[in-house]
């Protein structure tokens, strides 16, 4: 007898790391701090297509950085503008920052990003987000 699967959603590897930033700086500061502490270059120009589709389309302030040599892709993206989220089941979030591997290598240790992100005048928290309880966690990931 054939067995049915019911609601069966496969699992995809994880590819990312998704950090939860409380803070009360401008996005911009903030961006400006991220790139001294992490050695990025974080921007906020709008030519990044898959930026466009979700995130700039809510209306929030994002920045990203694609390092080609890694083929790791950072955002950093602010979660509320005026009073919307953009993920409405983190609303004492200000912002995500989204590290994504567009490869096979591995990823580096959150807790290597989280810490570097405390000692950011400004930060209040930093936290790795637990992504299996968020139903949007598809406008982050692009």
């Excluded at 992490?38 to 302030?61: A, F, H, K, P």
């Excluded at 994002?62 to 602010?78: I, K, L, S, T």
């Excluded at 290598?105 to 987000?129: D, Q």
């Amino acid at each position: 007898m054939a067995t049915r699967l019911r609601n069966y959603i496969p699992q995809e590897p994880v590819n990312y790391i998704l950090i939860a930033i409380s803070s009360q700086e401008k996005d911009y500061k903030l961006a400006y701090s991220i790139n001294k502490v992490l050695d990025l270059q974080l921007s906020n120009s709008q030519t990044d297509d898959d930026l466009q589709e979700e995130i700039v389309l809510s209306s929030v302030q994002a920045f990203h950085y694609n390092d080609m040599e890694n083929e790791f892709r950072y955002r950093f993206v602010q979660n509320r503008k005026d009073n919307s989220y953009l993920i409405p089941e983190l609303k004492n979030v200000d912002y995500f920052f989204i590290l994504q591997n567009d490869s096979e290598r591995k990823l580096p240790e959150i807790s290597t990003y989280t810490k570097k992100l405390r000692t950011i005048p400004g930060i209040l928290a930093a936290l790795e987000v637990r992504t299996n309880s968020i139903k949007n966690i598809r406008k982050l990931l692009n």
